[in-house]
């Protein structure tokens, strides 16, 4: 699947690896990624494609203001990967 705006992504390669961000844009074949706590809305994390993973495209709060370039918070990112990252484990627990 194509990764786009506001989808949930995984980093494959780096010191980061493992770790969740939102995708805040899109350029060309780099990404611009944020989580709230190492890496801010105000310096994301530029990265190639190639070295995240496509997780979920979001239908959350935060995600359709990331879309519409509205402006958000830290603790916003923070608190809706928390939440994914909760409901994942307990999916995975569950299978």
Known sequence: MDIAKSNVVRSAAG??????????????EYLL??????????????????HVQFVAAEDTR??????SNEKITNSELRRALAAYC???GNQNQEG
């Open 62 to 67: 935060v995600a359709e203001k990331i879309r």
């Open 15 to 28: 010191r980061d690896e493992g770790k969740y961000f939102f995708v805040l844009a899109v350029e060309g």
């Open 86 to 88: 909760r409901e994942e």
């Open 33 to 50: 990624l944020a989580d709230g706590k190492c890496r801010k809305v105000e310096s994301p994390k530029r990265k190639k494609r190639r």
